[in-house]
């Protein structure tokens, strides 16, 4: 397994910056995601740590050798396509076993090591058909157990799971995770889907137009997102992103204020944005009034579209069947811990706010303007 390393690694062609210069540290026998949306970076930043691109500046080290200069076949990197790239005209056994071919090992240590790989991915009884005759899930599989049967140092997922159904999905995303955790490989996945990051990763790189937003957990990017960019692409249905103005201590966001906290709440100054997620907004006697507008029952949850003095807010409630209809007047609370400020200017976060005081403690403040 492997300790990986990136110092200031770029990536351009030409006068276009794919990825901005880049430091990032992954442990060894780390899961990571690189999430993001197309266009950010994030599959030209695998290809590098594969030795498909080189990279235009900077170093890549594994466990502190340097690697730029390094050849793809010598890396010792297994890869898992979008598409599996399996040879069609090979049985699954050959396809598994090809990564050997290039390695001095006796015939029969590298047929058992297919036999135990092809075990290990649940396709030991398959070795004998060809790609055209397996199922979606059951050709990633193979393209897994391809990647593996070598015992690479780092193992590489591009977008593995696009090609599959929902639910194929769901199971995979499970067993890819237990069998990284059986081997205890240093593992990347790319993929801009956050659900998939959020499940299987240790750890999230959000990546936007070719540079890093953010580094965390799951929870540290739904929770404390360092930017708009991660709040919005972080959690579905989407956080609700309401404009407003910082200044005295408070948030202004349409005809209602709201009491700023945190460090910098006092010297929170201008333009700003208030994020709210669905799920964190809750029906309750007082608070932000509002009339539903709209109803989406989502299975075992609805979503509400409520008309407000803050704008137009999207409210999660976890229930099958809607405890109010289109029209009905609502009031609406949240806790200081789930708001979210920005900064309008730099995209950055900057404080919470409080939408409603605790019993007994009036210095909390929510009015509406006259």
């Known amino acids: 397994m492997a300790r990986i390393e990136l110092n200031s690694i770029t990536k351009a062609w030409g006068d276009v910056v794919a990825v901005e210069p880049t430091d990032l540290t992954i442990d060894d026998g780390e899961f990571v995601a690189i999430l993001g949306p197309s266009g950010c970076g994030k599959s030209t930043t695998l290809f590098m740590l594969a030795g498909i691109y080189a990279p235009t500046g900077g170093e890549m080290t594994f466990d502190g050798h340097l690697v730029n200069e390094v050849e793809a076949k010598d890396r010792n990197v297994g890869i898992v396509f979008q598409s599996y790239a399996l040879y069609p005209h090979m049985t699954v056994r050959d396809n598994i076993g090809f990564p050997l071919k290039f390695k001095d090992m006796p015939k029969d240590r590298a047929a058992a090591l297919v036999e135990e790989t092809a075990r290990l991915v649940q396709v030991e009884e398959l070795l004998d058909r060809r790609p055209s005759q397996l199922s979606g899930g059951q050709q ?109 201590g408070g948030l202004t966001v349409g005809q209602t204020r709201l009491a700023l906290t945190g460090e910098a709440a006092g010297q929170t100054e201008g333009d700003a944005v208030l994020g709210l997620r669905p799920e964190h907004l809750i029906f309750a006697e007082s608070g932000i ?59 950055r976060r900057i404080a919470e706010v409080c939408a409603h005081a605790p019993a007994g403690h009036d210095s909390m403040e929510q009015r509406q303007h006259a």
């Open 140 to 248: 990633q599989r193979v393209a897994l157990a391809r990647a593996l049967v070598k015992t690479p140092q780092l193992l590489l997922l591009d977008e593995p799971l696009s090609n599959l159904d929902a639910t194929l999905r769901l199971s995979m995303r499970t067993e890819i995770r237990a069998l990284q955790q059986r081997t205890a490989i240093t593992t990347i996945l790319v993929t801009h889907d956050q659900i998939e990051a959020t499940t299987m990763a240790d750890r999230i790189i959000c990546m936007s137009k070719g540079r890093v937003e953010q580094i965390g957990t799951p929870e540290d990017l739904y929770r404390r997102p360092d930017s708009l960019f991660v709040a919005a692409f972080i959690g579905a249905p989407p956080i609700n992103l309401l404009p407003g103005r910082a200044a005295g």
């Open 289 to 347: 009034p509002g009339r539903i507008d709209g109803i989406e029952p989502m299975g075992r949850e609805v979503l509400y579209r409520i008309d407000t003095p803050l704008g137009e807010l999207r409210v999660l409630e976890g229930s099958a069947v809607p405890s109010h209809g289109v029209g009905a007047a609502v009031h609406l609370r949240f806790s200081a811990d789930d708001s979210l400020v920005f900064d309008a200017a730099s995209e």
